[in-house]
């Protein structure tokens, strides 16, 4: 299997053109949802692929206005290549998204498509997520402040923890998904640009900076400050080093998770995240 076989090809993606602005940016990421736009450049010879722009770059540089300025030079891959080889350049990069280029842009490919070919067998996953799990495992307490565990989570540069109720067992995820939910915009900060969101926008999150696979919250970003039981997942899933690297990427796929406790009995053992399963093509 190939990667043009799982991209999003280009007639399906929203991209922007150099020259342009911010706001042409915001528009998509306010509408679709969408962590990252491709950039290009009309020439005489067709479009140019120029880079991504992301939710942080954006909020990294409030100041600046001009695309040109913004986008970033990103790992790019061509559509023949196989997917082990994605997975060796995602897991090199740690990139979660790698734009297809071959000459001109021809799609952009997820660390979500990968997870899915080991999920439906088009790739080897047999090995064991025995194998691939890391056994340094990010935690936190029941009745932790949410605002005291979301610092945790970016002094830890993970975006997971693992939550623990009174007797040490673990009863639960905190996600920076499950952040980013109860993220509220401050009104009336100033010097962050005039384009994040106010609290009454759809896209209020937008104000919480992700950077590869956390984030840390902006100037005007506040939390409830709840136990953390409040906003954490409680139906946990978790899965035993025996399961092979294709039965928890479908695991995965089934509950639109990114990472999975590892336990034997009742003993917390790993995380066997989306980037781990990766390692069984390499």
Sequence with gaps: ?????????????????????RDDVLEYLQERAFSSVPVVKPTDDGEEFRGLIT???????????????????VPTIGGGASIEELAELMIAEGARRVPVVDGRLEGIV????????IATGDVDGDVTVGELARRDVNCVYEGTPLTVAERELA?????????LGEDGDHVGMLTE????DVARVVEGEED???SIASDDDDWKWESVQTVSN????????????????????????????????????????????????L???DELEGVVRDMDLLEALV
């Design 1 to 21: 299997m190939n990667v043009a076989d799982v991209m999003t090809p280009r007639e399906d993606l929203v991209t922007v053109e150099l020259p342009g602005t």
């Design 55 to 73: 939710r942080s770059d954006l909020i990294d540089d409030p100041d600046e206005d001009q695309l040109a300025l913004l986008v970033q030079e």
């Design 110 to 117: 997820t660390i979500t498509d990968v997870v899915r070919a």
């Design 155 to 163: 002094h830890a540069d993970v975006p997971y923890a693992v939550v």
């Design 177 to 180: 998904v499950d952040v980013i």
């Design 192 to 194: 962050t640009g005039g």
């Design 214 to 261: 956390s984030y840390m919250p902006t100037r005007n970003v506040e939390l409830p400050t709840g136990p953390v039981t409040e906003f954490m997942t409680g139906d946990l899933v978790t899965v035993s080093g025996r399961r092979t690297a294709q039965e928890v990427a479908q695991r995965m796929i089934e509950s639109d998770i990114e990472q999975i406790p």
């Design 263 to 265: 336990v034997t009995g």
